[in-house]
């Protein structure tokens, strides 16, 4: 025995309990017995030990890999694995084992039996057989069934795979009855030893007949007439249903369809669009039959649906229109006894060339006459709209009436009547005439609607084209005569030519001639007595009355200028340039008068009165006159202006203000400026302006009193020659 090294391994001393030998540090496997190549035993560091000869012990612990000769009957472990053969002389028993895995062949010489012994589920014999009390499952079975006996097909559940027969499948006890195959692809029923149903290669089912020619063929007796359902048979294209077709196959033609029930009801996309109901009335669009008025009454009802506009009835022509002329029939309405002759119709028809997407038409309403069983058109609107009644052929206006050859005997183109008097009438006579009249009421209304204006004319002829409105009286109730003169009692007199007049006048004379306008409205009242009055009485005197108690009022330029009170006081308004004025006129000339008040507040202040150019010497004069109105004073002067102001040839302009008081009204209050030229500078360009100089709280009346010898201008800035003007506040 020798060692390479000793620690850390000890024998029988630490650092171990027991002999260890094999060591990390001394590269050593583990321990081996024997000699050179001899060596028999090998038992390394992780417990593993390899024999080369007999191991002989008292028991086995653990697993057993190699060959056993013998193994005690006290040999245990958990797994025994052999590369040899395993004789047993008595009997093999697995205890709690689930699976016998087997790589090779299991041989049983009397056969094998599963289950335990008081109750085998099954046994396999050695002749091949096998006795089961269960059920068989399993992918497939083969052969040729011949010794099955005693197998009951209804318990048998979950079976697949193909059970073949060679014809037929027969009714036990009813040999006539039977499913068979008596062709290849082909499936048929018998019943009474007769075929009562057969399914083709294609599919096809015939039910009395053995060459369906559709889907479904359906055929009874020996007729021939076979109904045929077909889904979808001749369905426009990208549409498919369901077809019937009741034929003869014997000889290529279609039979009648009949049906008996107590109603009939068709729809589609599951809601119903058709009924035929047990008296034989058609309805569209409804299930219900009407109970009252004359729809209770009717053979056809349609209705649209609930908030739509689909109610319609469509005939057609079978070609396009392209294909139609001038006057050709569309489609008839006939209204006609049971032997078809005619009481009356409505009628289409192409009223000019047609195209593919031009379709121009016309509808007729033809009546029949008495004593005659065909129609005669009685009323015509064609393609444009126009509409003939009565006119024998095309209408050329909108309304035509009648054909001028076959009038009314009365006359009468248009008549509406109430209770026996004329509304409106349009009469041909002699002259033709135009009506509205009502002689069994107090009034007769001539109105329009939708705030459309009411419009009379008379044209200068009776040619297409525009209409007159010589009258027209607008939705308020406006009147206005358009282009001409307006006469009540007689046709209107122009005062001169071109002016459109407004000309009131009474046959009446003597002492009862009277000629009036009167005003009123609600609040006047329209009595004699009431509103404006302007009229012309037997005198003759013209009068101008405000009959109420109110003003009369005159203006100019949208503005009051003068006013006569109800008391008789008159008044006149100032204007925008801060005056009032009245001008008097004598043969030779005139005079002008200007109205105006003056004041100021805390302070004095100079006030201008107006302008003056003028170049003639002594031409004229101005009168200024000023009244004190405030506080009790009753202070007032007068002054005088004249002169001229002409500025060439050796001449200056020359101005002269004279004064008178009365009442103590000091002479400085009017004032005169400088004389003054302005542009452009020549003989009339001299000006000279007067004002008022006035002191504070002060407040004047102005009177200025003004020589019609000189020209008058409002604007002080543009004073022309021989002119003055009033300064604007």
Request: glycine content about 14%; hydrophobic content about 35%; aromatic content about 8%.
């Amino acid at each position: 025995m020798s060692f390479t090294k000793v620690a850390p391994a000890g024998i029988g001393t630490s650092p171990g309990t027991s002999i260890r030998i094999g060591d990390s540090l001394l590269h050593s496997t583990g321990l081996d017995i024997g000699t050179g190549s001899g060596i028999g035993v090998t038992i390394r560091q992780h417990g593993n030990a390899t024999f080369t000869g007999i191991v002989t012990a008292a028991s086995f612990s653990g697993d057993i890999t190699g060959k056993a000769t013998e193994l005690a009957t006290n040999a245990t472990g958990t797994n025994l694995t052999l590369s040899g053969n395993l004789g047993v002389g008595g009997v093999l028993t697995y205890e709690d084992v689930t699976n016998i895995d087997s790589v090779g062949v299991i041989t049983a010489r009397s056969g094998i039996k599963i289950g335990p012994t008081a109750g085998v589920a099954g046994t396999f014999f050695a002749d091949g057989s096998y006795v089961t009390a269960g059920i068989i499952t399993a992918a497939t079975f083969h052969g040729s069934g011949a010794n099955l006996t005693g197998i009951d097909l209804g318990a048998v559940t979950g079976a697949t795979g193909d059970f073949s027969i060679a014809d037929k499948i027969v009714h036990t006890g009813d040999t006539n009855t039977a499913i068979r195959f008596p062709a290849a692809d082909t499936i048929t029923a018998e019943t009474d030893g007769t075929e009562r149903v057969r399914i083709k290669s294609n599919g096809y089912v015939g039910i009395g007949t053995e060459n369906p020619q559709r889907p479904l063929a359906v055929t009874s007796g020996t007729s021939g007439v076979t109904a045929e359902f077909n889904v979808p048979d001749n369905a426009p294209t990208g549409s498919a249903g369901l077809s019937l077709n009741i034929v003869n196959r014997s000889n290529s033609g279609y039979a009648p369809l009949s049906f008996n029930a107590t109603l009939y009801t068709f729809g589609n996309s599951g809601t119903e669009r058709v009924r035929i109901d047990n008296n034989g009335r058609l309805l569209i669009g409804t299930a219900t039959t009407k109970s009252a008025g004359s729809g209770q009454y009717a053979k056809l009802n349609v209705e649209g649906y609930v908030g739509g506009s689909e109610c319609f009835a469509s005939f057609s022509r079978a070609e396009a229109a392209s294909a139609m002329s001038v006057n050709d029939e569309v489609a008839n309405l006939t209204f006609n006894d049971s032997a078809g002759y005619e009481f009356a119709r409505i009628q289409v028809l192409a009223d000019a060339a047609t195209g593919a997407t031009d379709t121009p038409g016309r509808i007729v309403f033809r009546t029949t006459a008495d004593g005659a069983s065909s129609s005669t058109e009685r009323l015509r609107i064609d393609s444009t709209g126009r509409m003939g009644l009565a006119t024998g052929g095309a209408p050329t206006y909108r309304l035509d009436i009648g054909d001028g050859a076959n009038d009314p005997p009365s006359g009468y183109q248009l008549r509406i009547n109430s209770a026996g008097d004329y509304i409106f009438a349009l009469q041909r006579q002699s002259t033709p005439s135009f009506s509205i009249r009502n002689n069994g009421t107090s009034i007769v209304h001539l109105n329009t609607q939708n705030n459309k204006q009411l419009a009379l004319g008379v044209s200068s002829g009776n040619a297409s084209g525009s209409i007159a409105e010589d009258v027209v009286l607008d939705s308020s109730g406006n009147l206005k005569i358009s282009n001409g003169n307006m006469g009540v009692g007689i046709a209107a007199v122009p005062q001169d030519s071109g002016a459109r007049t407004l000309h009131v006048h009474s046959t009446t004379t003597g002492s009862g001639a009277r000629a009036a306008l009167r005003l009123t409205h609600g609040s006047t009242g329209s009595s004699a007595s009431n509103g404006g009055f302007l009229g012309m009485d037997n005198n003759p005197d013209l009068y101008l009355y405000n009959q109420e108690n109110g003003k009369l009022r005159f203006g100019t330029n949208g503005s009051e200028r003068f006013l006569i009170n109800s008391y008789g006081e008159t008044v006149t308004e100032e204007s925008s340039h801060g005056w009032s004025t009245y001008e008097m006129h004598a043969k030779d000339g005139g005079t002008r008068f200007h109205y105006r008040g003056i004041g100021t507040g805390g302070s004095g202040a100079n006030i201008n009165l107006f302008r003056v150019r003028r170049h003639y010497w002594g031409a004229g004069f101005y009168h200024i006159k000023l009244r004190q109105r405030y506080y009790t004073g009753s202070a007032e002067g007068h002054w005088w202006l004249h002169g001229h102001g002409r500025n060439t040839g050796g001449h200056s302009p020359s101005w002269q203000l004279n004064h008178n008081s009365h009442n103590n009204l000091g002479g400085s209050k009017i004032q005169i400026t400088s004389n003054s030229n302005s542009s452009p500078g020549d003989d009339y360009a001299g000006y000279v302006d007067v004002y008022a100089n006035i002191g504070s709280y002060e407040y004047y009346e102005v009177v200025i009193e003004a020589s019609l010898m000189a020209g008058y201008n409002h604007s002080v800035s543009n004073v022309g020659v021989d002119s003055y003007a009033l300064h604007a506040f």
